[in-house]
């Protein structure tokens, strides 16, 4: 076991490609220290999930990287990684606006309506993880997303507010640090508990489709290596990975 501390150093950047691609050129150089944070005020080329973009007025969110190396961590159990980030930034939501909840596998919606996606990239050395890179983009005070952004919302439109992003980070940084700590002493059970209890439709029956079309099922749980249980009216139990699944 040992502790993490996050944000030491942050690195600020008042435009870039991608956060996530900054911190992997600076990993290639073996010149950044585990903690360390990319924060820009734009990206040009900011990274989503399966290769779609995520798009971000300039100075109005906060876009950030976290570089991690948590060699002790089994790359069969990456996903435990994913379940912290995904417990922190719910968290940090949470305290400002509710309901707050993780929409498989680690988008975050705030009264059903996607404000946060995460970007996890690790590199495997043998059965371990050698290092991640963990971007994170969160809707702070923007009103305005182009039409192609899938049911977005922000911070600001849901309260009403406008936020100091100085202090938010602050405030997002200590919530990853306690919940990444979770990770670097080995909580997997505490881990694995938060993330279910708020987890989208957890224990609820739902229409979903497949490859092979729509079904009714309810998620029963998630596995150790990241992918849905989803159990069926006839008692069948179904695993899928990431886009092998569609909510209705």
């Not at 976290?66 to 060699?71: E, I, Q």
């Not at 495997?124 to 702070?140: P, R, S």
């Not at 602050?170 to 059970?189: D, M, P, Q, T, V």
Request: glycine share 6%.
């Amino acid at each position: 076991m040992r502790s993490i501390t996050i944000g030491h150093p942050l690195i600020q950047l008042e435009s870039v490609d991608s956060t996530n691609v900054y911190a992997s050129r600076l990993i290639k150089k073996d010149d950044v220290a585990e903690g360390t944070v990319i924060l820009a005020v734009y990206q040009s080329q900011g990274k989503g999930q399966g290769g779609n973009q995520w798009i971000s007025e300039a100075g109005r969110n906060l876009l950030l990287s976290l570089v991690l190396k948590p060699d002790f961590l089994l790359a069969e159990r990456q996903f435990y990684l994913s379940m912290c980030v995904s417990n922190a930034v719910r968290d940090f939501i949470a305290s400002m606006a509710h309901p707050a909840q993780i929409k498989w596998p680690n988008d975050i919606l705030l009264r059903g309506k996607k404000i946060s996606g995460l970007l996890i990239e690790n590199s495997i050395l043998e059965q371990y993880i050698k290092t991640a890179v963990v971007g994170i983009g969160i809707n702070i005070n923007q009103h305005e997303f182009p039409p192609e952004v899938p049911d977005p919302i922000s911070l600001s439109i849901a309260t009403g507010k406008e936020y100091d992003l100085t202090d938010l980070l602050s405030s997002l940084i200590k919530s990853l640090e306690i919940n990444i700590s979770r990770l670097y002493h080995e909580a997997f059970g505490e881990i694995k508990t938060k993330y279910l209890n708020n987890l989208l439709r957890l224990n609820e029956w739902a229409v979903y489709a497949d490859s092979s079309g729509s079904f009714e099922g309810r998620i029963a749980d998630v596995a150790d290596s990241g992918e849905l249980m989803v159990v069926l009216r006839n008692h069948e139990m179904r695993y899928y990975g990431f886009k092998e699944i569609k909510f209705s």
